[in-house]
Each structure stands twice: as structure tokens, then as C-alpha cells.
């Protein structure tokens, strides 16, 4: 169809959280959709996973049987999810893409060692090319400046990845999975970030960070994934984004950083939660970056759509 990206129907979404914000190994909710880690090894307590203050997922897809692996974000130090990934015994070997949400370091610190881990000369990792912005940084008032780290297509490049810079939405895994690009900004209440800033040929300049992005899968009778890494666009801009993209009203999980912490955003909390009641989707599931006040509100809000997600989770949605 004109103007739309197709996504193939799949039997089975995976998606295998390497980095979040939290873990509880204590926890016990396992079920058909949820699987979390287990202290285990060799039937002895000795094994945990890492949590971060970043994000990094395995994502399998299944469509006609056959399993598709992409890798979403890399996390924040340059060896947590990377642990995570030893610990959890997964295979990276089987990643056959990598994807990028954004620039910023809590998604791009462990990108080294897992794109090593994953081993796969010229694989492609697909970015927006506004990722490479510096200097980047958040303002906090006189000259008071925290900086993120570069990151550079040389060192993307260096890592043995082929870099694809793509602002439009883009078939990942020949159509199992989308790579929506530069997310337009339509709703009146999701700003964006509003001490996120840049400098451009030595001029400061408010970050909108339009290099933020989402991957969007499609299960098969029961609509769309989408799996945002912070959700800088606005997580309802996002899914209301990843439908017209797609042709695809449906929507059966939404996923991931929301960035709703803190005082510039808390005041939005009600209305994007009320936002994606009105989408409707079978699961909401806020991870990393949407902090605790809005997490607790769309638990209360959505009791039996709400799953709280953490390092080393496994949730598994099938048709």
C-alpha cells in the first residue's frame, strides 16, 4: 500500500530484556508470557543479572516457522548487558541486525563488547544519522552541563558493522520487523526533553532529539509490538506513528522507555496514560527510563494489562 511499510505477521514475538533499570530475583509471576531470570547455577544460587540505568533487548520473531534475531540498543556500561548476556547463556551469535534507538549513552555503552559478542563481520545496524550530534548534553541551569559521550560512525565501523543511516522507516529481517525512523511530533503534551541540548558550529541549541526511535513486529491476529528504546518523540506520538506506518490499527504491546521521570514530565503522566487506554493495547510494559511515578500510575491505571519488566526478563506474545 502507497505510503506504508509492509510488516509480516508473526507467529511469536520474543523479546529477552538484556538491560533495565530494576531486577528482582526474588519475584515469582512466571507464566505463558513472562519468564524472568533465575539466581541459578547448577541448581545453586550463584548467578544474577545486572541492572543499569539503560536498556538493551534480543528480539526473536517467527514468521513461517522460521526465527529471525535482531538486536535492540547495547545498554549503558561497556559491560553490563553484556554480562547479562554471558549469565543468561544467550546466544548473540544468532543476532542477524542491530538497531539503535538514539544517540544517548545509556543505549549506546555496551555497543563494543556486544557487537563483538554477536561476531558477525559487516553486520548492519540501522541508526538515524542525527545519532552522531556533539557535543550533546543536558543544561541544568547557569553553565551547569552534563555531557553524553560521541558516538561516531568510526567507531560503529570499527566494531565491524556496516552502518545504515536511515531516517524513514525500514524493513529489518526482510519485513519480520520495523525500523521506524524520525517519529513526526503530533500530539500537543509530548514536547520532548527540555534540557536536552547541542551545539552546532559553536551555537547552542535546544536537542528535539529526532534521532529517537522505535522497532514495531507484528503478531499475527493480535496487532502490533512496539518497542521503544526512551521514547523521546513521545510514546503515544510513537505508536500512533508505528499505525500509520504500518496499516496496522491493532496494537497488542507497548514497550519501553517512556520518559516520564521527573519534573518536566511528571506532569503528563495522567494524559499519556490515558492516551494508550484509548489505544487499548493487550500489554503495557514501561521499562528504564519512564521512572517510577508513572510506572506505578499505569500499574493502578492498567492492572490487567500492566507487566513490570526487568534485566533479564523474558516475555514471549504469540498468536
Known sequence: MEGRTRLQEAEKVEILTLQD????????????????????????????????????????????????????????SEFGAAYNAKVLAEDMSRVEVLALSHGHSDHTGGFEKLAHMVGREGIELFLHPAVYKAPRYLKLGGERRIYFPEFTRVMAEKAGVKVVEAGTPSSLLDGAALFLGEIPRRTEFEKGFPIAHFQEGGVEKWDPIEDDTSIVMHVKGKGLVVLSGCAHSGIVNTVLYAREVTGVDQVHVVMGGFHLSGPAFEPIIGRTTEELKKINPAYIIPTHCTGRKAIMHMEQAMPGKFILNMSGTKLTFTA
Request: overall charge positive.
Open 21 to 76: 533499570n530494576y531486577v528482582d530475583v526474588t519475584v515469582a509471576d512466571n507464566s505463558a508470557v513472562i519468564l524472568r531470570a533465575a539466581p541459578l547455577k547448577a541448581g545453586v544460587f550463584r548467578n544474577s543479572v545486572l541492572a543499569e540505568h539503560g536498556f538493551s533487548a534480543v528480539v526473536r520473531v517467527t514468521v513461517d516457522g522460521k526465527v529471525r534475531t535482531l538486536l535492540f540498543d547495547f545498554g549503558f
